[in-house]
């Protein structure tokens, strides 16, 4: 049995250490009044049977808690109050050296929080221990006066997360838009260095990759790029090799047709995207950012983005050896090709490519047969997105944020360039279980806990207030998000709907299901859950008309928080059936992971929370292998383009490096009743010698993941 220290570090259970602690509070009272040996050991042994019962590892603040409830149990109440005393002291001694302790646990990688905080992050390596090291001192300055003490106390409680913390020192947002199309066409500066127009595709590929990099390093959330942007630059190409391939013709004294010459140029136009893709692939997952881990980067696949004809042309060209390079995959040390985490890719359906009668029925094909070996693309339907935004189609900012829409001075709508300040979001179980079900008191704890969010969020607002160009270049001043002047701020970038700010949300499904009994699916209590979500939009229009900013409801994909949620649910509240029963807490308005329902039923049920959660939301299906059943994936495919705005597949992909496996790799509890992954065949438990690729918050992970989440992958019920 383990429990976790204050310091995030995993040990042993350590029952004497109990004892100790007892003893020592024993002496410092009356002998009238202490303990028996026989009675301390009784306490000893209550709590280590409530750290068994647990189901999940215990926190050293949870069990001294136990220590003291069975000491007054037993009335030994001046022993109790040397103990509270004893704790209060220590407390005190360590104040002064908490941060010093975690920075250690995290260079000795001793720190099981920080070592499950991010599912691609390597713990081990010195960057990502560099990037943990700064954010816990930024993290104790925001705590101690960047940020309104209630506001932190919040976080602390898991009643509001404040998203980010360990990067809020520093004047950087969270994600964006890249403005690819004006970097490359009107040149950028990367690390001082003038860069001028590419003059062929993989040119404009390996820029690309640079631009990619650099931007990761001046943020810390996702960005994403256009294929268009890049796809433009294929015609520089085609006239280069139609130039080159003239002149060999000419040079070796054959004449040749225009139709000839034409033809070979195309098969190198062929050759350099197939270079420029893979020259993507390869850096963005090679490269190490200064945050220590690849560049979380989106392509957006579109083929009505770039004009019929030619463009067109060149563009599915692109997106085909796009989703050939992702079903390829990469080398893992091994050599053997496995599925990597970045880029993601998204898809967009439409009717140029959606039945078999149309244009690009090809393209979807391949992106299905990608899906089922690879869990990529995802799928934004067309159809769907111009009835909830506008009549416009686009992306979103990493796994699933989008921009509201946005109109430039000429009228006409801009995404690219544009970015999100941060997000804090709300815990609606936590909500719903302090009102104790009275909706009365459920509206205005929700309202109380709306106010600190709003609180926080204004506090990342001033944070970025102020902030001059001059601290990342490439963002401001050399066109990723805006070409400003040297010394000028981006406060008029932070205001009236270029850059939105998010509100986000977790835990739809418990808290209705605490409120009403039921499942949010039950028609019966459907209702509320609108309600509930209608709610979050109404303060988001209220604080907007206020701030004159662009506050946006966003369905946060939760990573290690719906852990730490939960853990925190359970010591507020104890152990609720159905709400507070399991280590996680659902993600946004999703139906919940055991809940029996299929692929189709469930896309249609959550289709109707999308347009309330502007600021982002994606669905998803869990499937078995699809690789020998793509005409499954392709009727999916065409059930989101009529009804979902924006959806996923999740697939499976695993690999063990041991026995060669490449089936799925299950979760078992190890004999501490810790939960591990397990290659089935070889019955392997070494991470580091299997491959584990999951998607698990609108993106795919491939390290490993906290408690939470693991058993939530676990206990997940396939919809197909």
């Given at each position: 049995?383990?429990?976790?220290?204050?310091?995030?570090?995993?040990?042993?259970?350590?029952?004497?250490?109990?004892?100790?602690?007892?003893?020592?509070?024993?002496?410092?009272?009356?002998?009238?009044?202490?303990?028996?040996?026989?009675?301390?050991?009784?306490?000893?042994?209550?709590?280590?049977?409530?750290?068994?019962?647990?189901?999940?590892?215990?926190?050293?603040?949870?069990?001294?808690?136990?220590?003291?409830?069975?000491?007054?149990?037993?009335?030994?109440?001046?022993?109790?109050?040397?103990y509270i005393t004893y704790r209060y002291r220590r407390q005190l001694v360590?104040?002064?050296?908490?941060?010093?302790?975690?920075?250690?646990?995290?260079?000795?990688?001793?720190?099981?929080?920080?070592?499950?905080?991010?599912?691609?992050?390597?713990?081990?390596?010195?960057?990502?221990?560099?990037?943990?090291?700064?954010?816990?001192?930024?993290?104790?300055?925001?705590?101690?006066?960047?940020?309104?003490?209630?506001?932190?106390?919040?976080?602390?409680?898991?009643?509001?997360?404040?998203?980010?913390?360990?990067?809020?020192?520093?004047?950087?947002?969270?994600?964006?838009?890249?403005?690819?199309?004006?970097?490359?066409?009107?040149?950028?500066?990367?690390?001082?260095?003038?860069?001028?127009?590419?003059?062929?595709?993989?040119?404009?590929?390996?820029?690309?990759?640079?631009?990619?990099?650099?931007?990761?390093s001046s943020q810390y959330g996702g960005q994403s790029i256009s294929a268009?942007?890049?796809?433009?630059?294929?015609?520089?190409?085609?006239?280069?090799?139609?130039?080159?391939?003239?002149?060999?013709?000419?040079?070796?004294?054959?004449?040749?047709?225009?139709?000839?010459?034409?033809?070979?140029?195309?098969?190198?136009?062929?050759?350099?995207?197939?270079?420029?893709?893979?020259?993507?692939?390869?850096?963005?997952?090679?490269?190490?950012?200064?945050?220590?881990?690849?560049?979380?980067?989106?392509?957006?696949?579109?083929?009505?983005?770039?004009?019929?004809?030619?463009?067109?042309?060149?563009?599915?060209?692109?997106?085909?050896?796009?989703?050939?390079?992702?079903?390829?995959?990469?080398?893992?040390?091994?050599?053997?090709?496995?599925?990597?985490?970045?880029?993601?890719?998204?898809?967009?359906?439409?009717?140029?490519?959606?039945?078999?009668?149309?244009?690009?029925?090809?393209?979807?094909?391949?992106?299905?047969?990608?899906?089922?070996?690879?869990?990529?693309?995802?799928?934004?339907?067309?159809?769907?997105?111009?009835?909830?935004?506008?009549?416009?189609?686009?992306?979103?900012?990493?796994?699933?944020?989008?921009?509201?829409?946005?109109?430039?001075?000429?009228?006409?709508?801009?995404?690219?360039?544009?970015?999100?300040?941060?997000?804090?979001?709300?815990?609606?179980?936590?909500?719903?279980?302090?009102?104790?079900?009275?909706?009365?008191?459920?509206?205005?704890?929700?309202?109380?806990?709306?106010?600190?969010?709003?609180?926080?969020?204004?506090?990342?607002?001033?944070?970025?207030?102020?902030?001059?160009?001059?601290?990342?270049?490439?963002?401001?001043?050399?066109?990723?998000?805006?070409?400003?002047?040297?010394?000028?701020?981006?406060?008029?970038?932070?205001?009236?709907?270029?850059?939105?700010?998010?509100?986000?949300?977790?835990?739809?499904?418990?808290?209705?299901?605490?409120?009403?009994?039921?499942?949010?699916?039950?028609?019966?209590?459907?209702?509320?859950?609108?309600?509930?979500?209608?709610?979050?939009?109404?303060?988001?229009?209220?604080?907007?008309?206020?701030?004159?900013?662009?506050?946006?409801?966003?369905?946060?994909?939760?990573?290690?928080?719906?852990?730490?949620?939960?853990?925190?649910?359970?010591?507020?509240?104890?152990?609720?059936?159905?709400?507070?029963?399991?280590?996680?807490?659902?993600?946004?308005?999703?139906?919940?992971?055991?809940?029996?329902?299929?692929?189709?039923?469930?896309?249609?049920?959550?289709?109707?929370?999308?347009?309330?959660?502007?600021?982002?939301?994606?669905?998803?299906?869990?499937?078995?292998?699809?690789?020998?059943?793509?005409?499954?994936?392709?009727?999916?495919?065409?059930?989101?383009?009529?009804?979902?705005?924006?959806?996923?597949?999740?697939?499976?992909?695993?690999?063990?490096?041991?026995?060669?496996?490449?089936?799925?790799?299950?979760?078992?509890?190890?004999?501490?009743?810790?939960?591990?992954?397990?290659?089935?065949?070889?019955?392997?438990?070494?991470?580091?010698?299997?491959?584990?690729?999951?998607?698990?918050?609108?993106?795919?992970?491939?390290?490993?993941?906290?408690?939470?989440?693991?058993?939530?992958?676990?206990?997940?019920?396939?919809?197909?």
């Open positions: 049995m383990k429990i976790i220290k204050r310091s995030g570090e995993e040990v042993i259970f350590d029952i004497t250490k109990i004892i100790a602690a007892v003893h020592k509070a024993n002496k410092e009272v009356e002998t009238t009044h202490r303990l028996t040996t026989e009675e301390i050991q009784q306490i000893a042994d209550k709590v280590e049977q409530v750290c068994q019962d647990s189901i999940r590892a215990m926190g050293v603040e949870e069990i001294q808690d136990e220590v003291e409830e069975r000491i007054m149990e037993a009335g030994a109440f001046h022993v109790a109050r040397a360590r104040q002064s050296n908490t941060t010093d302790r975690q920075i250690m646990t995290i260079i000795e990688s001793q720190n099981e929080d920080i070592k499950q905080e991010n599912s691609n992050k390597n713990p081990l390596l010195a960057s990502t221990q560099r990037d943990y090291m700064a954010g816990e001192v930024s993290k104790d300055i925001t705590k101690r006066f960047l940020l309104p003490p209630e506001v932190w106390e919040a976080h602390e409680k898991g009643l509001i997360h404040f998203h980010d913390a360990d990067y809020f020192a520093q004047h950087i947002h969270n994600c964006c838009l890249v403005n690819l199309d004006d970097m490359l066409q009107n040149g950028t500066v990367i690390s001082e260095t003038k860069i001028d127009r590419p003059n062929s595709f993989s040119v404009a590929c390996i820029v690309a990759s640079q631009i990619i990099a650099q931007v990761a268009y942007h890049l796809s433009k630059f294929v015609a520089s190409s085609r006239a280069k090799f139609r130039r080159e391939v003239r002149q060999e013709f000419e040079a070796a004294g054959i004449q040749a047709e225009d139709e000839q010459i034409f033809r070979v140029a195309e098969e190198r136009v062929e050759k350099d995207i197939e270079k420029g893709v893979q020259t993507i692939q390869y850096q963005v997952v090679t490269l190490m950012t200064t945050n220590g881990q690849a560049p979380f980067i989106t392509v957006f696949m579109y083929l009505d983005e770039a004009p019929e004809g030619q463009d067109r042309e060149d563009l599915a060209m692109v997106i085909r050896a796009l989703l050939n390079q992702r079903i390829l995959g990469v080398k893992n040390e091994q050599g053997i090709y496995i599925t990597p985490a970045f880029p993601k890719l998204i898809y967009v359906l439409d009717e140029d490519n959606i039945t078999k009668e149309s244009p690009y029925w090809d393209v979807t094909q391949l992106a299905a047969k990608c899906t089922a070996l690879r869990m990529v693309p995802d799928y934004i339907s067309a159809k769907v997105m111009r009835e909830l935004k506008e009549g416009n189609v686009y992306t979103c900012m990493g796994c699933r944020s989008f921009l509201t829409v946005y109109h430039d001075e000429e009228g006409k709508p801009k995404f690219y360039g544009r970015f999100n300040q941060g997000v804090c979001t709300i815990n609606l179980v936590d909500v719903a279980c302090s009102s104790q079900g009275d909706f009365d008191e459920f509206w205005k704890i929700f309202d109380e806990r709306l106010n600190l969010c709003y609180k926080a969020l204004m506090a990342r607002n001033l944070r970025l207030k102020g902030t001059k160009s001059d601290i990342a270049p490439i963002l401001w001043q050399n066109g990723a998000l805006a070409r400003l002047k040297k010394g000028e701020t981006i406060d008029k970038l932070l205001y009236n709907g270029y850059s939105t700010i998010s509100l986000g949300y977790a835990g739809l499904c418990e808290c209705v299901r605490y409120m009403t009994g039921k499942s949010h699916t039950d028609p019966a209590a459907t209702p509320f859950a609108l309600e509930v979500m209608q709610h979050l939009n109404d303060a988001c229009a209220n604080w907007k008309a206020k701030e004159h900013m662009d506050f946006s409801v966003y369905g946060t994909p939760l990573e290690s928080t719906t852990y730490k949620f939960a853990k925190n649910l359970q010591m507020r509240f104890g152990i609720i059936e159905g709400v507070t029963d399991k280590n996680y807490i659902t993600n946004s308005y999703h139906v919940h992971v055991t809940e029996e329902i299929d692929a189709f039923h469930k896309l249609n049920f959550e289709s109707q929370f999308q347009p309330l959660s502007p600021g982002g939301a994606i669905s998803y299906v869990e499937v078995p292998d699809m690789k020998n059943n793509i005409p499954a994936v392709l009727t999916v495919m065409q059930h989101i383009y009529q009804n979902i705005m924006y959806a996923e597949l999740n697939t499976k992909s695993d690999y063990c490096s041991l026995c060669g496996y490449d089936g799925e790799m299950q979760i078992v509890a190890d004999e501490s009743g810790k939960l591990i992954w397990e290659c089935p065949n070889c019955k392997n438990h070494d991470q580091n010698t299997m491959s584990v690729a999951r998607r698990t918050c609108g993106y795919i992970g491939t390290q490993f993941w906290n408690q939470g989440r693991t058993q939530e992958i676990r206990e997940r019920v396939l919809h197909l």
